[in-house]
């Protein structure tokens, strides 16, 4: 029952962070709610269930009749919160130390625990995890802050990735150069949660 009550947990904040990331952390954005609970392996009952916790807490909000929601200034504080103190849980929702934001068959949660290990990879072959991460990367590019040179750096290594994927015979070195840089650019754009999401599921592509 213990083991039950945080999966479901964990599964909220999963919605949630996903929300975050697909709106930007905007407030006036928004997404539909079944769609996004598609996208993380959610059936539909479930999403209701999980989208009207959320929403009960403050947490989300549903912007039309049509099913659009969109996280609150609320639900924006918590996201950052948590991922700013990965080992602290809040009210709502468990010590988080890692988590990868994509669908739910290809995520891991880990809660604080006691000298444990926990490993997820997808494996640099993953052409389709690589190809959903620069679609993803591509949209929030500008939301980065980065500078002309460094921005002009993140495009070069998105067209080299895009080449090599699409490639009879993909040059799997020459992607994991690419997306190291990549991740080494993400890391310095400092202050930016968005950009510590994406290092977060870089870390899981490279390994």
């Known amino acids: 029952m213990a083991n039950n009550v945080e999966e479901i947990r964990l599964k909220r904040f999963q919605f949630l962070i996903k929300l975050y990331e697909e709106t930007g952390g905007n407030e006036l954005a928004s997404v539909n709610f079944l769609q ?43 996201v950052e919160k948590t991922l700013s103190k990965p080992n602290e849980a809040t009210i709502y929702f468990p010590a988080i130390n890692y988590i990868h934001v994509e669908q739910m068959i290809d995520s891991q949660i880990q809660q604080g625990t006691n000298q444990s290990y926990q490993a997820f990879t997808y494996s640099i ?29 993140v495009k070069s290594d998105i067209e080299t990735i895009e080449t090599q994927v699409k490639s ?33 599921r870089l870390i899981a592509l490279l390994k």
Do not use: Y
């Open 36 to 78: 996004l609970g598609e996208r993380l392996g959610f059936s539909h009952p479930e999403t209701d269930r999980i989208s009207d916790f959320l929403i009960g807490e403050g947490l989300v909000a549903f912007i039309t009749l049509g099913g659009e929601i969109g996280i609150t200034h609320r639900g924006i504080v918590e």
């Open 125 to 153: 072959n993953d052409l389709g995890a690589i190809t959903k991460f620069i679609a993803d990367l591509k949209d929030q590019v500008p939301k980065l802050g980065l500078d002309g040179e460094t921005q002009t750096e």
């Open 168 to 200: 009879p015979h993909p040059k799997h070195a020459i992607i994991k150069e690419c997306l190291l840089s990549l991740r080494r650019i993400l890391e310095g754009a400092t202050g930016s949660t968005i950009a510590a999401l994406l290092v977060q």
